[in-house]
């Protein structure tokens, strides 16, 4: 079946760095686009990047701007994100979640379980 | 940066009527799609591109958008419909394209 596993959340102290995966399966992979979202304590959703299907195409949000990279590996049906200079604000549930495209205008059709991050000393 | 305000909470009796409305400048003009989150569990869509259902979501969800508002509108409300609900845009014409309002705490009374 469809499905995202997100991995790599864990406890960093604020200004350090963290890396997180996401593994799809039982679809195309190379053939999405892939947002990042996150969700801190007992807040709304807020998006966060961004990745178009071959790559080339990459937005963030302003308050990740310059501190995170999402990338992929189209190969490794794999979504990433790195996180550097992490901030106590940026504690959080994040998801992976699958843009359905013009099919759906880009609406987030599905979603991973996600992972924790949580930023402290 | 582009602004989506729903209402805190929305309460409903069973077997009635919820609308949660999603406000943004000329929202209208734009996709419009609405997820459902229960606690402890990832955000579900129930609602895209304005009013289309994804396969598997009652036609008890139905949605629309004019103006400066959309509507998720849900009919014949049932217990296990008490839910977080977030409205999301996208806009094209901009670096940040997606957008998700302030979410709504639904509550069956």
């Known amino acids: 079946q469809v499905q995202l596993v997100e991995s790599g959340g864990g406890l960093v102290e604020p200004g350090g760095s963290l890396s997180l995966s996401c593994a799809a399966s039982g679809f195309t992979f190379g053939d999405y686009y892939m947002n990042w979202i996150r969700q801190a304590p007992g807040k709304g959703l807020e998006w966060v990047s961004h990745?178009?299907?071959?790559?080339?195409?990459?937005y963030y949000g302003d308050s990740v701007k310059g501190r995170f990279t999402i990338s992929r590996d189209n190969a490794k049906n794999s979504l990433y994100l790195h996180m550097n200079s992490l901030r106590a604000e940026d504690t959080a549930l994040y998801y992976c979640a699958r843009d359905g495209g013009s099919d759906t205008q880009y609406a987030m059709d599905v979603w991973g379980q996600g992972t924790t991050v949580t930023v402290s000393s | 940066s582009y602004v989506l305000t729903q209402p805190p909470s929305v309460s409903v009796a069973p077997g009635k009527t919820a609308r949660i409305s999603c406000g943004g400048d000329n929202v209208g003009g734009k996709s419009v799609h609405w997820y459902q989150q229960k606690p402890g569990q990832a955000p579900v869509l129930v609602i895209y591109?304005?009013?289309d259902r994804p396969s598997g979501i009652p036609e008890r969800f139905s949605g629309s958008s004019f103006g400066n508002t959309a509507t998720l509108t849900i009919s014949r409300v049932e217990a296990g419909d008490e839910a977080d609900y977030f409205c999301?845009?996208?806009?094209?014409?901009?670096?940040?394209?997606?957008?998700f309002g302030t979410g709504t705490k639904v509550t069956v009374l």
């Open positions: 591109y304005d009013g």
């Open positions: 999301q845009v996208w806009d094209s014409s901009s670096d940040h394209p997606y957008v």
């Open positions: 990745i178009s299907d071959s790559g080339k195409t990459i």
